[in-house]
């Protein structure tokens, strides 16, 4: 089936480590995003991705690093710079990466980061 | 720059209940409008869409149609279950760099 997918469902990490939250599409999608959500609001876009080798800096990507080699694959790390890492993080993409509008958007089923 | 306002929440109705959730967006351009689903754990899945002015989207009984003139996409329900209990998120996407923007969701709970 064609769809997002996430791994792992749930990470643990230590103080001072970086760790990669990996996302892969079969939607054949050219725009990939990362958003985070903290408990109680909304969701808030940290890096997107309209073509392969190509992102883009959202409203927070402060501490955070994207990679897309591939049109499947997005990988997010979060880095020992980013204060406040624990959150739950979502993938998503959508088919126009430059198009006029968005018409269409699909989650993954997140990775909720506990960094202990 | 973009913005969604939803209502706040939560919001309790009894199983049968008629549903409102308001949501009013500010963008330059013409966005495409979203109702999302978050289930408690889970990702966000699609409920809704509508592109363009006046369109109605509709899935699962729930309706909301773009309106231009008053910026407005509120999502309805006739008659809510307490499956339906969950949080609703309103999003707007625009061209250019394609984005998603939120509002901040709005937990539903139906009880019997």
């Known amino acids: 089936d064609g769809g997002i997918t996430q791994s792992p469902k749930y990470l643990f990490r230590k103080e001072g480590q970086n760790v990669t939250l990996s996302c892969e599409q079969n939607l054949n999608h050219d725009a990939m995003y990362w958003y985070r959500q903290d408990p109680g609001q909304g969701l808030r876009l940290i890096y997107y991705?309209?073509?392969?080798?190509?992102?883009q800096k959202g409203d927070i990507a402060e501490g955070y690093s994207v990679s897309r080699e591939k049109k499947e694959s997005f990988p997010l790390t979060v880095t020992s710079a980013q204060k406040n890492p624990t959150a739950f993080y979502l993938c998503?993409?959508?088919?126009?990466?430059?198009?006029?509008?968005?018409?269409?958007?699909?989650f993954g089923q997140g990775t909720r980061l506990t960094v202990v | 720059g973009n913005s969604v306002t939803q209502m706040e929440g939560p919001v309790t109705l009894s199983e049968e209940a008629f549903l409102t959730i308001n949501c009013t967006y500010t963008a330059t351009g013409y966005p495409s409008l979203f109702w999302y689903v978050q289930y408690p754990g889970e990702g966000l899945q699609l409920l809704l869409k509508a592109t363009k002015a006046d369109d109605k989207g509709s899935n699962k009984g729930f309706e909301a149609t773009y309106r231009k003139e008053t910026t407005s996409f509120h999502l309805e329900k006739g008659s809510v279950q307490v499956s339906d209990s969950a949080v609703y998120f309103c999003a707007l996407g625009t061209g250019g760099g394609n984005k998603l923007t939120f509002g901040t969701g709005t937990q539903l709970k139906v009880e019997l």
């Open positions: 991705s309209q073509i392969v080798n190509d992102f």
């Open positions: 998503a993409s959508s088919p126009g990466g430059r198009g006029p509008r968005l018409t269409e958007a699909f």
